[in-house]
């Protein structure tokens, strides 16, 4: 079975440029998750969406983050413009019904 | 609110010896409870999960039990490896917040050969 996949893995761009970060979800699921990880903050939930929908996005840190589900196999997260604070890790994680999440292998964002 | 709480880290210990990871947790309702793990370089993975009060879950050696009355769900596994080094994540979902994860800080286990 395909996991959850995100692309790309790894991001290094300068401050300013737009950063985009995909999810594709586990075939079949209805809810997507984007999160973030940093050593100081821990894991943070920043948007989940359900059949495509937004359902929460209070986790969202200001308007420069923005998250798209177009269909139910594709999402994307961008930053636009990017700040060095948003350097982290970010997964996707997706879940059937009630069942426990499943995640992505994470992307790692620089911005220098 | 609901709420997680583990033991801080990093816990360190020699391998073959006995772990455990204290987790508790506050509730309004009727809790699922889980632990997941985080390999280094990689996404957080079920590690195991109880649904309901007494239940154990197991995972590759290593068990939970959920406990209503101490409200905890503590990680043990009777003789550590090298390769169980990661983080740990305890965490809760419930019907009363649409099933979303509330997590625990997370604790990272390091396991000497």
């Known amino acids: 079975d395909a996991g959850v996949i995100q692309s790309p893995r790894h991001e290094v761009t300068e401050m300013g440029q737009e950063v985009t970060l995909r999810c594709k979800p586990i075939?079949?699921?209805?809810?997507l998750f984007w999160y973030r990880q940093t050593m100081m903050r821990g894991l943070e939930l920043l948007i989940y969406?359900?059949?495509?929908?937004?359902?929460?996005d209070s986790g969202m840190p200001e308007d420069r983050f923005s998250a798209k589900m177009p269909n139910a196999s594709f999402s994307t997260l961008k930053i636009q413009p990017s700040e060095p604070r948003d350097s982290a890790v970010y997964f996707c994680?997706?879940?059937?019904?009630?069942?426990?999440?499943?995640f992505g292998d994470g992307t790692r964002l620089s911005i220098l | 609110g609901d709420s997680v709480t583990q033991m801080e880290g990093p816990v360190t210990l020699s391998e073959e010896a006995f772990l455990t990871i204290n987790c508790t947790y506050t509730a309004t309702g009727y809790p699922s409870l889980f632990w997941y793990v985080q390999y280094p370089g990689e996404g957080l993975q079920l590690l195991l999960k109880?649904?309901?009060a007494d239940d154990k879950g197991s995972n590759k050696g290593f068990e939970a039990t959920y406990r209503k009355e101490t409200t905890s769900f503590h990680l043990e596994k009777g003789s550590v490896q090298v390769s169980d080094s990661a983080v740990y994540f305890c965490?809760?979902?419930?019907?009363?917040?649409?099933?979303?994860?509330?997590w625990g800080a997370g604790t990272k286990l390091i396991i000497k050969p």
């Open positions: 075939s079949g699921h209805d809810y």
């Open positions: 994680a997706s879940r059937l019904g009630v069942w426990p999440q499943h």
């Open positions: 969406f359900n059949n495509n929908v937004p359902i929460d």
């Open positions: 109880a649904t309901k």
């Open positions: 965490a809760l979902s419930e019907v009363n917040s649409n099933y979303q994860l509330i």
